[in-house]
C-alpha cells in the first residue's frame, strides 16, 4: 500500500560505488508544511469558533468537533487517494466534468440556501459544495486537455478557446448560486495554465480584457457587489455600514502588532468580526500570533505553493505531461485562492467570499484542498519510481 510507503525510504545500490544511497518516496517538505497548515487552521478554527458555537449551538466546541469530522473524513480519504495511479485522473476527467457540472445545475434546483447563496447539496450529516469541487475537476480537465492538444494550443485559436469554453460553462453555473470569487480563482487558474502551456500573449489580453469587462458588468448588476466595492475604496466611510467587515478585520491586525494579543485572546472573534471562523481567520491569526504568526503562515502558505510548482517542472522534464500541468495547475490554484483571500481580508482587494486553504472552517474546502496535495504527493511518488526505474537500468 502507498499508504506505507509515506512512512519508509528505500535502499539504492550504486553499482559503481557500491555505496548505499537513501531515497524517500515522498515529498517531505511539502508533506510537513501540509500537516503544519492543518494544525494551525485546527487551532485557529477552535479559537475564533468559541463565541458564535455559544451563541448557535450552547457548545463552545461546535465548529471544532465538526472540523474534527471533517479532519476524521479526509485523512482516511487521502489514504485512499495517495493509492490511485494519476492516470486515473486523465482517464475519467471527462466524465468527473459531466459528474460536476450535473451537480452544479441540482444546487440550483434543490440546493440549501446560507447568507443569500444556494451552493450546498445535504446528504445526511454531510454538507457538500459543488463549487470546491468544480475546482479540482475543472483542473482534471485541462490538465488532460493540454496533454493531447498542447501543439494545438501554441498555434491555433480554436485550440485555445476550447478549454475557455468549459470555464465558461462553470463559470455562468457558479454565477447563478452566486459564487463570483470560485469564478475569479478558476478564471486565473486557466489563464496562467494555457499560459504555462505556450499559448500566444494577444490571446491571453483579449480574454483579460474580457474577463475585466463581464465582472464590471456582473458587479453592477447586483447592489451588495456594488457596496463591497465602494466599501474596499474607503470601508472608513461607512465603518458601521457597507465598510464594517472590513475595518473590523483591519482593527484586528492591529490590535496584534508583533507578537499578537496570545492565543485565544482575541477581541474581534466575540462576533464583532462576522466570519471569523471561515473567511477571515486570517485576521484572527494576525490578532492573536501577531505579525510573527501572519508572516509564518504566509511563509507555509507560499513554500507550498512554490512545491508544487517545483513537482510539476520535474514531471515536465521526463516527459509526464498530464501529471506535469496537473502539479502546476494546483500550486496555482492553492496561490490564486491565498491570494485573493489574503488581499480581501487586508483590503487590498474587494471581500469576495473565499476561504484561506487548509486553515479557514470549511468541510468541502479542506476536502478538496488536502486531496489535491495528496495527489500531488502522489504525483512526486511515481516521479521518484519512474527516475529509480532508470537508474537501476
Request: net charge positive; with cysteine.
Amino acid at each position: 500500500m502507498f499508504a506505507k510507503f509515506i512512512t519508509k525510504c528505500i535502499v539504492i545500490f550504486n553499482t559503481k560505488s557500491q555505496k548505499q544511497h537513501q531515497v524517500m518516496l515522498y515529498d517531505r517538505l511539502l508533506l510537513w508544511l501540509t500537516i503544519g497548515l492543518t494544525c494551525l487552521g485546527f487551532i485557529m478554527v477552535t479559537s475564533a469558533s468559541m463565541p458564535i458555537g455559544v451563541r448557535m449551538f450552547q457548545s463552545p466546541f461546535y465548529f471544532c468537533k465538526n472540523e474534527a469530522f471533517y479532519l476524521i473524513i479526509t485523512f482516511f480519504l487521502s489514504l485512499f487517494i495517495l493509492q490511485i495511479s494519476i492516470d486515473f485522473w486523465q482517464r475519467y476527467s471527462i466524465m468527473m466534468l459531466f459528474i460536476i457540472i450535473f451537480m452544479l445545475v441540482l444546487v440550483l434546483l434543490v440546493g440549501s440556501v446560507a447568507h443569500g447563496a444556494s451552493r450546498w447539496l445535504k446528504f445526511g450529516l454531510l454538507h457538500i459544495q459543488p463549487s470546491e469541487l468544480s475546482k479540482l475537476v475543472l483542473l482534471f480537465y485541462i490538465s488532460s486537455y493540454l496533454e493531447r492538444k498542447v501543439h494545438e494550443v501554441r498555434t491555433n485559436l480554436w485550440g485555445f478557446f476550447k478549454p475557455m469554453g468549459v470555464m465558461v460553462i462553470l463559470a455562468v453555473l457558479l454565477i447563478l448560486q452566486p459564487d463570483l470569487g470560485t469564478v475569479v480563482v478558476l478564471l486565473m487558474t486557466t489563464l496562467a495554465m494555457l499560459f504555462i502551456a505556450g499559448a500566444k500573449l494577444w490571446q491571453f489580453f483579449s480574454i483579460i480584457f474580457s474577463g475585466m469587462f463581464a465582472v464590471i458588468i456582473l458587479i453592477i448588476a447586483e447592489p451588495y457587489r456594488i457596496k463591497r466595492v465602494i466599501s474596499f475604496w474607503n470601508p472608513w466611510q461607512e465603518p458601521f455600514g457597507s465598510g464594517y467587515q472590513l475595518t473590523q478585520s483591519l482593527m484586528a491586525f492591529g490590535r496584534g502588532a508583533c507578537w499578537g494579543q496570545g492565543l485565544g485572546n482575541s477581541v474581534h472573534k466575540l462576533e464583532y468580526l462576522p466570519e471569523a471562523h471561515t473567511d477571515f481567520i486570517f485576521a484572527i491569526i494576525g490578532e492573536e500570533l501577531g505579525f510573527i504568526g501572519v508572516l509564518f503562515t504566509l511563509f507555509m502558505l507560499f513554500f507550498l505553493s512554490f512545491r508544487a510548482m517545483f513537482i510539476g517542472r520535474k514531471a515536465l522534464l521526463i516527459n509526464k505531461i498530464f501529471s506535469g500541468f496537473l502539479a502546476y495547475a494546483i500550486g496555482m490554484l492553492f496561490s490564486f485562492q491565498a491570494l485573493f483571500n489574503l488581499s480581501s481580508v487586508s483590503g487590498i482587494l474587494p471581500i469576495k467570499g473565499l476561504t484561506l486553504p487548509l486553515i479557514s472552517y470549511g468541510g468541502s474546502s479542506f476536502l478538496v484542498m488536502l486531496t489535491a496535495i495528496m495527489i500531488l504527493i502522489r504525483i512526486d511518488f511515481e516521479i521518484r519510481i519512474s527516475q529509480y526505474q532508470a537508474f537501476i537500468r
